[in-house]
């Protein structure tokens, strides 16, 4: 791709033909053409300021809900890692800053030890903070719209935006401004309400207990494998259509929560996928219901 033979300066790192299985829960998939670990958010800009538009762009967390597949990424991936992206702040008022790098868990300890109540659910999330603002990440019945006040990010094009809770769009697992595309999220800042530590970091315990007793979180997962359609559980369409536990290659949905797709050992990204496909048509076929994929696909097959 000629885009990628004169690339901007950076004071990162620019790593071409870089394997991406060692960046995500299921530890498979193809190389990025180019990933790109940006120093801070202004070696970020610059670089997007001088990057040839033609050049596709892609975003990568921590790995915890995102599927690369085996042919690897077009163009460059960026992955944002570091102090400089992994901050957390508690900024008073019930306000606690994190950046995108920040890992939701370690926000929900963060804001207990402040004595900020309303972000304990972020314990059960796994994940960084920038998906969760694209995503609308959440469980046990809260959400990142919850308690998000602001959100911040570089534009395709180098430029800066702080976006309003209102203005990013919030529904089920979505987020309609990060849908757009077009967006590299830095930051969020966040608003939850006084409380007494210990009693956050008691029901922040209740929720690790039920993660560790319901969820197999030890194994090579990507969390929920498919949104919950409205008025059902998508676990309970895929356990009745008979596939927990039942391997595909070296795939299978978790014997412990049949809406969690585990790499077995030895799976590559088109046995996950392949099974999840094959999930999702038995499940249509047998119910009339289309069960939407949760994890995020990337790349070429």
């Not at 314990?123 to 959400?143: F, H, L, T």
């Not at 076929?285 to 994890?295: D, Q, S």
């Amino acid at each position: 791709m000629s885009g990628l033979d004169n690339l901007p300066k950076v004071r990162g790192k620019l790593l071409r033909d870089e394997p991406l299985a060692p960046f995500t829960w299921f530890r498979v998939g193809g190389p990025a053409d180019v990933l790109f670990l940006p120093q801070d958010e202004e070696d970020l800009a610059d670089f997007l300021k001088g990057l040839d538009p033609s050049v596709p762009v892609t975003v990568l967390g921590v790995g915890s809900n995102t599927l690369v597949r085996d042919g690897g990424v077009e163009g460059v991936v960026i992955r944002l890692a570091g102090r400089a992206f992994g901050r957390i702040e508690p900024r008073g008022n019930n306000r606690i800053y994190a950046g995108a790098a920040a890992l939701d868990a370690l926000v929900a300890r963060e804001a207990a030890k402040a004595g900020i109540a309303g972000l304990e659910f972020y314990r059960g999330v796994p994940g960084s903070i920038g998906g969760a603002a694209m995503m609308n990440a959440g469980c046990y019945g809260a959400e990142t719209k919850d308690v998000l006040v602001e959100a911040y990010a570089v534009t395709r094009s180098g430029g800066r935006v702080t976006l309003s809770n209102a203005e990013m769009g919030f529904s089920y697992r979505r987020s309609a401004k990060a849908a757009e595309g077009g967006l590299i999220f830095t930051g969020a800042l966040f608003e939850g309400t006084p409380d007494d530590p210990a009693a956050v970091e008691a029901r922040m315990a209740e929720i690790t207990a039920r993660r560790e007793t319901t969820q197999p979180i030890r194994e090579k997962t990507g969390g929920s494998t498919f949104k919950n359609p409205p008025g059902h559980s998508s676990w309970k369409l895929v356990d009745e259509a008979g596939w927990r536990g039942k391997p595909f290659g070296g795939a299978m949905f978790s014997p412990l929560h049949s809406n969690f797709l585990i790499n077995t050992g030895e799976a590559t990204a088109a046995d996950l996928e392949g099974l999840g496909e094959a999930v999702r048509a038995d499940v249509k076929a047998k119910t009339g219901i289309e069960l939407e994929w949760e994890i995020k696909r990337i790349g070429r097959p």
